[in-house]
């Protein structure tokens, strides 16, 4: 995160496959929150529909006592390149990625307003 100066990490995991009509099951931790870094993790369901994907689940972060919706929305430009909107339960972020093979990067605008740089790998 540039204007941050940090460095967040994030993991996820496919638990349950996308079928052609339920949704895949993913879970995810990693370090998150701007000014805290705190831990978190969250359970979410991702469904595609031609260039369009979602999820929506609950997120939790280790510093509070309730869970926060969070969802998103994404668009695959081509298979390369997507752009897309989420709300992690307290801000939304827009985003543009880039893809080639494994790997993924792109730039974040996090809060709407401050910038991030996405690096990441396929496993």
Known sequence: MAKQNAFR????????PETEV?????????VQGISTGNPGYAVTFEKRYLQWTGYLGMGFRSNENRGRLVGGLRYAINPQWNVGFQ???RQEHVFVTYNRGQYVSGLYLVDLEKPGFLLGIRF
């Open 87 to 89: 709300a992690d339960g």
């Open 22 to 30: 339920t949704p895949s099951v993913n879970f995810s931790a990693g």
């Open 9 to 16: 990490f994030l993991g996820s995991v496919n638990l349950v």
